[in-house]
């Protein structure tokens, strides 16, 4: 590898146009708009989902407006078989892929008393081990043709700053974190670009379904704290637009917001204060969960006193 290969590594796909794109989480939120912004460029698409419903609905009006979807079908790929057999019907009917995306994902919040093992696993499962068994069955493929790709991991803030009760969700999103920065430098020799996109907040049907863990909704106070988020989360078409340009540009690190890029610059440069602020936080969500936990409580036996 010469000085030049060290420095600079011209961009693997400049252009989706004519490319074949994979996109997981293909149904709603960042994954649709990723989808239907993909395919305006003139992707190919290969898409999938668990919700097989709400992905056919997509795969519909991306072909209405004149895209196209090569292959798509409803899986989960937290299950390992179930993608492996997924690869070999892409492989065998479209071929091997150009990009790769793992958007799909889950959340849920909460302190680590409260969070059950099935917080944990689950994940672990969809944010994690859904990517890794998503790269496992369709990246190699791609380094054996020898003409290059791009990889797309969707991590999370959470899996740069220690935000309070996302201890299992960081878990996983530090944990794809790790991962990419590993194959950013591993597929460099393949021409494999990789991107880690880590968004802020992005208004997506995941906010308000999301669980927070011994914390009661319905709390006026943990309703506004939502509708605060949703005043201050870009839409999932900016994410998808920033997803794009981070490929266009073989950029690693993607971010969908100025707060997260600010954030992590500031929390690598300034440990004390950023210590300091995180202790803020958390002091001020654990006040908001001991407020809405008593009332989760004086309702549970409210109910009981009524059986």
Request: with cysteine; charged share 25%.
């Amino acid at each position: 590898m010469g000085i030049r290969d060290l420095l600079v590594m011209d961009t693997p796909v400049p252009s989706l146009r004519g490319r074949k794109v994979l996109i997981t989480g293909a149904a709603s939120g960042i994954g649709r708009a990723t989808a239907e912004a993909a395919a305006a460029q003139g992707a190919e698409l290969v898409l999938t989902d668990l919700h097989a419903d709400q992905l056919d609905e997509v795969v519909t009006g991306i072909l209405r407006a004149d895209g196209t979807v090569l292959y798509h079908v409803a899986g989960d790929v937290s299950d390992y078989d179930w993608v492996a057999n997924f690869a070999r019907q892409v492989d065998a009917e479209v071929g091997v892929m150009d990009v790769v995306m793992n958007i799909a994902g889950i959340s849920a919040w909460g302190t680590v008393e409260n969070l059950e093992h099935r917080h944990w696993r689950s994940l672990v499962d969809v944010n994690l081990m859904g990517p890794i068994h998503i790269i496992e069955c369709f990246v190699p493929q791609m380094v054996r043709r020898g003409a290059g790709g791009h990889i797309v991991n969707v991590s999370s803030a959470a899996g740069l700053l220690a935000l309070p009760w996302h201890a299992a969700y960081s878990a996983s999103k530090f944990g794809i974190r790790g991962v990419s920065e590993v194959l950013r430098f591993d597929l460099r020799r393949h021409r494999i670009g990789v991107s880690l996109v880590c968004p802020g907040g992005v208004d997506t049907p995941l906010v308000d379904t999301v669980e927070i863990v011994g914390v009661d909704r319905d709390d006026p106070r943990v309703k506004a704290a939502i509708n605060n988020f949703h005043k201050v989360a870009v839409s999932p078409e900016t994410a998808a637009a920033a997803i794009l340009k981070g490929i266009r540009k073989n950029r690693f690190m993607v971010y969908t917001s100025f707060d997260i890029r600010f954030g992590y610059w500031w929390a690598r440069k300034f440990a004390l204060p950023y210590e300091i602020v995180m202790r803020v936080a958390n002091d001020r969500f654990d006040k908001l969960a001991r407020i809405s936990g008593t009332k989760l409580e004086e309702r549970a036996r409210d109910h009981h006193s009524t059986q």
